[in-house]
């Protein structure tokens, strides 16, 4: 073990950023760095994590009309005194179906972290854009409207390549593993 702990806490709606922390944590813990996943949907306020048992944090959210879910917004408004305090590495991460346009991936990458982070007052050191899932599948956490939508806003934007009958998963797990090394570095 390398000694070092890290706080992975996101927000999500559909899964992409859910399945991209547990990918991190597994990451981790291969490099022998301890990896703790919390769901900031099921924190209580009472448990509210004591950052300084961490070596770095991790943070990530899925964006839906271009916004962050409702509890990262929350954790990053409330204890921004703590993560601004916070002498290790910041991470965040978002999961977007815009970031796999080539056009439009750096400024999804900026905008929906650090110039977000920076408008709640928060600082942070690292940060990237992935893409996100498109479940149009019977078993898909997005209901009906979402699924509408999402049909409509796809079969409009050129490059979007996606199948709207079926799992479309958009996530690079190449960049995704790359961000979570380079993270790792950081420690
Ligand atoms: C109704 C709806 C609205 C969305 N709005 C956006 C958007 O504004 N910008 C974007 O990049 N992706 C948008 N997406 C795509 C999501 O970012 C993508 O599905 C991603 O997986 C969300 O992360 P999550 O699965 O962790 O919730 C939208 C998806 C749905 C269903």
Not at 21 to 36: Q, T
Not at 58 to 76: A, P, R, S
């Amino acid at each position: 073990m390398s000694n070092k702990k890290v706080l992975i806490l996101y927000g999500t709606r559909f899964g992409a950023t859910e399945g991209v922390a547990g990918k991190m944590a597994e990451l981790l813990r291969e490099k022998e760095v301890e990896a703790e996943v919390i769901n900031l949907k099921d924190l209580q306020d009472d448990r509210i994590p004591d950052l300084n048992s961490y070596d770095g944090i991790m943070m990530g959210t899925g964006i839906k009309i271009g916004q962050w879910t409702k509890e990262v917004k929350k954790y990053v408004s409330n204890y921004k005194k703590d993560l601004n305090s916070f002498k290790g590495p910041k991470g965040f991460y978002v999961c977007s179906g815009y970031a796999v346009l080539p056009e439009m991936y750096e400024k999804i990458k900026v905008d929906y972290t650090l110039d977000a982070c920076k408008k709640l007052g928060v600082t942070i050191d690292y940060f990237d854009a992935f893409g996100g899932l498109m479940d149009f599948t019977e078993t898909s956490r997005m209901g009906w409207l979402d699924k509408r939508l999402l049909k409509i806003v796809s079969q409009q934007t050129s490059g979007m390549k996606v199948e709207t009958d079926t799992y479309n998963d958009l996530r690079d797990w190449d960049q995704i593993e790359k961000f979570t090394l380079g993270f790792i570095e950081l420690l």
